[in-house]
C-alpha cells in the first residue's frame, strides 16, 4: 500500500489534486478538510494515502491526518458505503464531528450529505455505531462542547423554519466567523443574521 506522497502541487480542486512525486503526476481524491489545509500551487504538499483497488480500477485518496484516512477506511467497510459516499461524508464532517453525530443519533444532520436520504441515513447510523469503538467516542470527548453547541444552534434554527441543510450550512458559517467558542446563542444569532 501507498502510505504517504510528499511532492509538489501541480493543481488542486475541492475534489482532487494533482502531486508531482519524481516526474509522475499523481491525482489523488481528497475530502473537502485536507483541500481547505493545502498550500498554494506549486508548494511542496504531504499527504497521506489510501489505495482503493476494484477489478477494473485503481483509485487513490489522500487525507491530511491519520484520524480523516482511517475514518475513511472504517467508512468504506459499512455495507452500501463506496469511496465516494465516504470523500462525500468526510467533506460534511469533521472526524469529530461524525463521531458526535452518531453518539447523538442525529439521523436528520446525517441526512444533509449528498446523496444520503433517510432510509440510509437510519442504517448508517446503526453500522456506524458498531464501528466505531469506544476508543473513538473517547477521543473525541474534548470536542463534545463545540461539537454540541453546533448541534443545539442546528436544531434552534430548524424550530425558526429552516430545513437540517440550510440550518447546518447557516450555523458553519457563523462558527467560521465567531470561532469554535462561540455559545449557542450568538451562532444562532449570526445564522439568522446571514
Excluded: W
Aim: proline fraction near 4%; charge should be neutral; aromatic fraction near 4%.
Amino acid at each position: 500500500m501507498i502510505d504517504r506522497i510528499k511532492g509538489i502541487c501541480l493543481r488542486k480542486s475541492p475534489a482532487a489534486v494533482v502531486v508531482e512525486v519524481g516526474g509522475l503526476g499523481l491525482s489523488l481524491a481528497i475530502p473537502l478538510s485536507s483541500f481547505e489545509k493545502l498550500g498554494p500551487v506549486g508548494g511542496e504538499v504531504s499527504l497521506l494515502t489510501h489505495l482503493h483497488v476494484r477489478e477494473d480500477l485503481m483509485e487513490l485518496y489522500g487525507f491530511s491526518t491519520i484520524e480523516e484516512r482511517d475514518l475513511f477506511a472504517g467508512l468504506i467497510k459499512v455495507s452500501g458505503v463506496g469511496p465516494r459516499m465516504a470523500l462525500a461524508i468526510q467533506s460534511r464532517f469533521t472526524p469529530d464531528e461524525l463521531v458526535q453525530v452518531v453518539a447523538d443519533g442525529d439521523v436528520k444532520r446525517l441526512t444533509t450529505v449528498k446523496g444520503i436520504g433517510r432510509k440510509t441515513a437510519e442504517r448508517l447510523m446503526l453500522e456506524l455505531k458498531n464501528r466505531l469503538d469506544s476508543r473513538t467516542f473517547e477521543q473525541a470527548e474534548p470536542s463534545t462542547m463545540k461539537i454540541s453547541t453546533v448541534g443545539e444552534a442546528v436544531k434552534a434554527l430548524e424550530a425558526l423554519g429552516f430545513s437540517v441543510q440550510q440550518a447546518d450550512d447557516a450555523v458553519r458559517q457563523a462558527r467560521r466567523k465567531l470561532g469554535d467558542d462561540a455559545p449557542v446563542e450568538e451562532l444562532v444569532r449570526s445564522a439568522l443574521k446571514g
